[in-house]
Each structure stands twice: as C-alpha cells, then as structure tokens.
C-alpha cells in the first residue's frame, strides 16, 4: 500500500495558534504541518498537507488522495458538522481514514456532537490538542505496516 497520507484541514484553522488559544492552543497550523513531517520521516511516510476554507477545495484532494494514498488524516473543521459532500468523498477512498479534532468536541455545543466524517472513520481522536495528529499518522503507519506485512 502506498506510503504517502493527506493531512487535510478544514475552515478557519489557518487561524490555528492565532485566535481562541484557551480552545485550540498556541501551536500554529505551520507548527502542526512541520511537526508531522518530522514524523513522517520517522515513520517511512510521505505527506501532503493541506488546509483550505472551501469545501469543494477539499474534496477534489480526497479525489486526488484516491489514486495515491494509503491514508487521509482529516480535520474538517465545521464541515464536519455539516458536510455529506465530504462524507460521500471519503466513501469513495478504500484505504484508512483517521478524522482528528484539536478540542473535545463532545465536551462543547450540542451541534458539535454530531460528525458526518464519523460514518466513515475508522478512528477519531478528539481533545488531545494538536498532539491528535501526530497519534493518528502513528496509527496511519501502523495499518499500512499491518497491510504491507
Ligand atoms: O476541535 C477541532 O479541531 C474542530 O474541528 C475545530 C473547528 C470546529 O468547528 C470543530 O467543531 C472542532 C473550528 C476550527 C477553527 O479553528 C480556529 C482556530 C483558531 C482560531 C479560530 C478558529
């Protein structure tokens, strides 16, 4: 199975470390994308990273990630609240699909209880900070080691 993961990010988190620090911290998406390439390297995998504030900008690379990757790493921000489209895209990818969510979202308003992605995840990591990540290209690494062995 290919090695390279998406990491895709959705709306607003390009504010990341900039804004509401109590719900998201001070790490910066930059900070985010370069701690993951570190372990990347660690981990024998190659990344693309992404962040965009449109929906249709995100699925075209679930589209993309379709021919290429092994595994998408997903924080679709409010489009996880929201978004069939991004649900029916990711239905489309064979390979694991980890959906991260920097805060506890279960913790927060009723309308964030609710996650689209999750019908399709195969893991969710939720309030463990920007560390979420990190754990879930371990666990990306992981199921393609189990896959290729
Ligand atoms: O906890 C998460 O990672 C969320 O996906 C973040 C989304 C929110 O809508 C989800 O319910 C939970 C919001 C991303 C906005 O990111 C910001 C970061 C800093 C400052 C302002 C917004």
Redesign the pocket.
């Known amino acids: 199975m290919s090695r390279l993961v998406y990491v895709l990010n ?4 390009n ?7 109590h ?2 911290g001070h790490e910066t998406l930059a900070d985010v994308e370069r701690d993951c390439q570190v372990l990347a390297a660690e981990l024998g995998l190659q990344i693309r990273f992404h962040q965009s504030n449109r929906e249709c900008e995100i699925i075209d690379w679930i589209h993309q990630a379709r021919e290429t990757a092994g595994g998408i790493v997903i ?4 489009f ?2 929201t978004s069939v489209a991004i649900l029916d895209a990711l239905n489309t990818f064979d390979a694991p699909v980890i959906e ?6 279960h913790k ?1 308003e009723e309308f ?1 209880h609710r996650s689209f992605v999750s019908l399709r995840a195969d893991g969710v990591i ?2 463990l900070g920007t560390q ?1 990540y990190q754990l879930a290209l371990r666990r990306l690494a992981r199921l393609i080691d189990e896959k290729a062995a």
């Open positions: 959705g709306p607003n988190l504010l990341l470390g900039k804004r509401q620090p719900i998201y924080n679709p921000a409010a996880t609240h991260v969510h920097i805060s506890n979202v927060r964030r939720a309030g979420g």
